[in-house]
Nanobody, 115 residues
Framework: QVQLVESGGGLVQVGGSLRLSCAVT????????MGWYRQAHGKERETVAA????????YYTDSVKGRFTISRDNAKNTVYLQMNSLKAEDTAIYYC????????WGQGTQVIVSS
């Protein structure tokens, strides 16, 4: 059974950085494209970034291009999101999931960017 465990969120000032991690229990992890998603208070969940199973293809939503980097370590069944130059509008709960997403979600990790 697949499990998704996100970590690394926290409180950071505008302009700061955070690195999110997601541990995935799945025997076929390397087969899945993986994504990071976020949901801000009162808003719909959106796809932030995605990465193919072998790491060769990436997607970023326009608002994070040049600031966020998605990566993965298939040996560790882990996907990362490096977030730099954080803005207040990046405040949200961040989730990882397959891309397209499985029919369930982990608990997410809260990111708060304060000015």
């Amino acid at each position: 059974q697949v499990q998704l465990v996100e970590s690394g969120g926290g409180l950071v000032q505008v302009g700061g950085s955070l690195r999110l991690s997601c541990a995935v229990t799945a025997r076929t992890f390397s087969r899945y494209s993986m994504g990071w998603y976020r949901q801000a208070h009162g808003k719909e969940r959106e796809t932030v970034a995605a990465l193919s199973g072998n790491g060769s293809n990436t997607y970023y939503t326009d608002s994070v291009k040049g600031r966020f980097t998605i990566s993965r370590d298939n040996a560790k069944n882990t996907v990362y999101l490096q977030m730099n130059s954080l803005k207040a509008e990046d405040t949200a709960i961040y989730y990882c999931n397959a891309s397209p997403a499985f029919g369930f979600w982990g608990q997410g990790t809260q990111v708060i960017v304060s000015s």
